[in-house]
């Protein structure tokens, strides 16, 4: 027997996702928690997988297992598909392992033909309803299956509207929807040269058809890479027997969430439409009502759908999105799957259910992503200020945002791509929008509510989203939108606040993030978990209180060439490198001393009894000084202009002289880093003197301090033996100008691949190692990271050349082989030898799952992101116990 392709609902359970798909797997598992979900069965990813392998054949065996499952299903509801009296409807959605909002296709209806409607309408008594759900059925196939444009079948129920001088589709009756029907069939004939397909069967395999098709077209592809969702995973197929919330006012259909998916608070959150059907809800075209008024218009139904949604969250005990439909008062389940929730719901949900006793803090901890959580560090609209609000509309998304507005997708991707900041408006968004508000800072929309196209997808990516804008007039072809007497035309600037529903015009105030009640407490339980110590990137006393507030254990990287680029030291920089004599040249350090004193002794008092690990100049000279090519151009002007300052000339040519013989072919692979110090010991001497100097006074201040002297781009024992001599020897000069002593210890980067390599030597004059993982990766790979993601890098990871980009995610294969060559090497000459890294790989989930395993001590990161490392480390602790035991026996603190 070949494999099985169909299963009914009562056949699935919820752990069948990766065959059944998401969609499949929950009504699989609602049916046989016994709740009122239509029976239907589901065709697995596999048979979708096979249709695409063997070039969109349909497997063998296939359509023969569908038949059986239909005829089961006529049993168990007494419909049969294609009977002209009795006939069996079914809907046709798509369900991949993963949900993918909006982005495949589903057809409602199906099995009505000229036949069945009548049968449809005699057995309603609703004649109305029938041709109604006939032209919907029609229109949705021809858009699906065959491919029509949707505006050909919209017009004619525009001129249809028109003829009867009514507004509204409802307002339409039976007789309209007959005429309209006719029509929708003479344009398909028009456009595929064949009759509209009357055969149920043929039908339903055509939709399967199109189903399994539609996990290749543009927009799934293009969301696929945005979630890294795997092209191979397929879609399942799910046909379900149809109800009807289009049949009168004891009717509808719906989305409920069980808690707020913008804010976590605990309440039904959705939406409904009364006498409407399936996508009219999601689609966004008719602003709903909210799920509030259900209980005045059908409070029993509203009773029971409150019991359900209690029911579904405690069972699979996490937030759910249900969709639903009510027949003639009868309550239908038709969908329940985890719901998406912004960074704000997704940590005051996961906190609060453990306060409720519904899931452990270790649920908590893995269920909240710490990539999500960078959505919460963003700046916010001070709302203690007045604001100008321009417009309000649903707060569908949290956020602040400021951009140019357009009304296009295309233009907003063009528009970003020239480096615009832009906000996309738009009457509602449809999934062919996606590239657009990818490249928007946030959306915009006058119609359709918070479970929009609009707003559900801008949830799923973090980004701000005000749906249903309702006073905001959209003039598409004017591009320019009225709010009053007010015109906003494309590109001008507007402001949004997600969180509160406020558009408002031209720039507005932001502040800083601070951290909620929730977010502290889960990062308190990250805490206790994990065994990896997080530290911040920080060069300012601003960022190293930053850091502390979101918790960093101290500062792992403390670049110091930020400091010499301060507009009022530029000069005395220039000054130093520019000397001519070692007097001169002094001369200039003894001016820079006080400053990085001052600069060191304020960040060390920030960090008060935390480790701060400060790196010593590493970046070549030359980039403090003016650019060789402007040089250039100004002396020749200046040797050009007819009466030009000689002395100038002069000066400029010196300069130019000195900028020229400073240059380099590769700079990044030049005299930077530890060779600078050890060709220009005075200037690392200045550093660590202004280091032990800031230390020894916050001493003699009661404040301790733990400074660790860094020197980067070592690839030879010799380079850090020397620098550690001089280090030591400074120390041993400013400890005589003071009382008592400092402790304080000399490590190195570990960035180079050779430095790596013989890690074991390395660790014999090094007190620590901190992997700097942007340099380590440009020299492993052989990539200067500015000209590959200028030139090659996206071909890489469009064509897969490449899985991820490295500077991003660490590589574990080749970058990460070395770092846990140097651990494993400077361990076996130092027990315990501390080991850390700074590079920005130090932030990213992945990579700090990495750090875990290869049981570095700590990582380091820049400031906002501290909250994340801590429960990224927190999930890797969870996820690989064993690593956290041998890492406590391996690591002496
Ligand atoms: C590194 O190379 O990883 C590092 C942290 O140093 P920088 O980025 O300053 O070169
Ligand atoms: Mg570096």
Excluded at 94 to 105: E, I, K, N, T, V
Aim: net charge negative; with cysteine; proline share 5%.
């Amino acid at each position: 027997m070949g494999k099985k392709y169909v299963y009914r609902f009562s056949e699935g359970n919820r752990e069948m996702r990766e065959l059944l798909g998401g969609k499949g797997a929950n009504l699989a598992e609602m049916t046989r928690a016994g709740l009122p979900v239509p029976p239907g069965f589901t065709i697995t990813t596999e048979a979708c997988n096979a249709y695409h392998e063997m070039g969109k054949v349909l497997p063998e065996g296939l359509m023969e297992e569908v038949d059986t499952a239909l005829t089961l299903l006529e049993k168990e509801i007494g419909k049969e598909f294609g009977n002209a009296e009795n006939p069996l409807l079914v809907s046709v959605r798509s369900g991949a392992a993963f949900s993918m909002p909006g982005m495949m296709d589903t057809i409602l209806n199906l099995g009505l033909n000229d036949e069945t409607v009548e049968g449809l309408a005699k057995l309603t008594g609703n004649p109305r309803f029938a041709y109604d759900s006939y032209r919907r059925f029609i229109q949705m196939f021809s858009d699906v299956v065959l491919g029509l444009d949707e505006y050909l079948f919209e017009e004619v129920i525009r001129n249809r509207k028109e003829a009867k001088g009514v507004k509204h589709d409802p307002d339409l009756k039976a007789s309209d929807w007959q005429e309209v029907i006719y029509q929708f069939k003479e344009i398909v004939e028009k456009e595929i040269k064949k009759p509209f397909p009357q055969d149920p069967a043929e039908q339903l395999r055509l939709a399967i058809q199109a189903v399994f098709d539609s996990w290749n077209n543009q927009r799934a592809i293009v969301y696929r890479k945005i979630h890294k969702i795997s092209d191979s995973l397929g879609t399942a197929v799910n046909i379900q027997s149809m109800v009807f919330g289009n049949m009168g006012n004891d009717s509808g259909t719906g989305v409920a969430f069980t808690r707020n998916p913008s804010t976590g608070e605990k309440e039904l959150y959705g939406e409904f439409l009364i006498n409407a059907q399936g996508e009219d809800v999601v689609a966004g075209i008719r602003t709903p009502q909210p799920i509030s008024k259900l209980k005045e218009l059908l409070p029993g139904v509203y009773r029971q759908f409150e019991e359900i949604s209690h029911q579904l969250e405690r069972h699979y005990q996490d937030m759910q999105d249900i969709e639903f439909t009510v027949e003639r008062g009868k309550l239908f389940i038709l969908q329940t799957r985890n719901g998406k929730r912004t960074a704000q719901a997704a940590v005051k949900i996961a906190v609060h259910m453990v306060h409720e006793g519904l899931i452990t803090k270790e649920n908590a901890l893995l269920r909240v992503d710490p990539d999500q959580l960078n959505q919460l560090l963003h700046r916010r609209v001070d709302d203690r200020q007045a604001l100008q609000v321009l417009v309000k509309g649903l707060p569908a998304s949290p956020g602040a945002a400021t951009g140019k507005v357009v009304f296009d997708a295309d233009e907003a991707e063009e528009m970003a791509k020239q480096g615009m900041k832009v906000i996309l408006v738009r009457p509602e968004t449809t999934p062919e929008d996606i590239h657009g508000i990818v490249a928007s800072q946030a959306v915009v929309t006058s119609r359709g509510g918070m479970t929009s196209h609009a707003a559900v997808v801008a949830r799923g990516m973090g980004k701000p989203c005000i749906a249903g804008c309702e006073e905001m007039k959209i003039d598409l072809n004017k591009k320019e939108f009225q709010v009053g007497s007010i015109v906003v035309k494309q590109g001008e600037i507007i402001s949004v606040d997600g969180g509160a529903g406020n558009v408002m015009l031209g720039e507005v105030p932001l502040i800083d993030p601070v951290l909620s009640d929730e977010f502290s407490e889960l990062l308190g339980w990250a805490d206790q978990y994990r065994t990896l110590g997080v530290r911040a990137n920080a060069d300012t006393p601003v960022d190293a209180r930053k850091s502390r507030e979101f918790g960093a254990e101290g500062i792992g990287l403390c670049r110091t060439e930020h400091m010499f680029l301060a507009p009022d030291r530029v000069p005395v920089v220039q000054e130093m490198i520019l000397a001519e004599t070692m007097e001169e040249r002094q001369k200039a350090l003894s001016k820079l001393l006080p400053m990085q004193q001052g600069d060191f002794y304020e960040i060390l008092k920030e960090m008060a009894g935390l480790p701060v690990t400060i790196r010593l100049l590493d970046p070549p000279l030359h980039e403090f000084l003016p650019n060789l090519e402007d040089l250039l151009l100004e002396v020749d002007r200046l040797r050009r202009a007819p009466e030009t300052d000689k002395i100038l000339l002069r000066e400029k040519e010196d300069l130019l002289r000195k900028v020229k013989s400073m240059h380099e072919m590769n700079p990044m692979l030049g005299l930077r880093g530890c060779r600078l110090g050890i060709m220009h010991p005075e200037i690392y001497a200045m550093q660590v003197e202004a280091i032990f100097n800031a230390a020894f006074q916050l001493k003699e201040e009661g404040i301790p301090t733990e400074p660790e002297i860094m020197l980067p781009l070592v690839g030879h024992v010799n380079e850090l033996s020397l620098l550690r001599k001089m280090v030591d020897e400074t120390y041993a000069r400013v400890k005589e100008k003071h009382v008592g002593e400092i402790r304080y210890t000399v490590g190195t980067m570990i960035e180079i691949p050779r430095a790596a390599l013989t890690a074991d030597q390395i660790a014999r004059e090094a007190d620590f190692f901190s992997f700097g993982t942007n340099d380590l990766t440009q020299t492993t790979f052989g990539f200067s990271r500015d000209d590959a993601e200028g030139k090659f890098l996206q071909y890489y990871l469009d064509h897969k050349v490449l899985p991820e980009n490295p500077f991003i995610v660490l590589d574990r294969e080749g970058v990460g082989k070395l770092v846990e060559t140097g651990v494993k090497l400077g361990r076996s000459v130092k027990d315990g030898l501390k080991t850390g890294i700074c590079g920005e790989h130090g932030g990213e989930k992945s990579s700090i799952e990495f750090c875990h395993l290869t049981q570095l001590n700590y990582v380091s990161c820049s400031p906002y992101r501290v909250p994340l490392a801590r429960l990224a480390a927190a999930q890797a602790a969870l996820r690989h116990g064993a690593a956290k035991e041998a890492l406590k026996e391996s690591v002496v603190h």
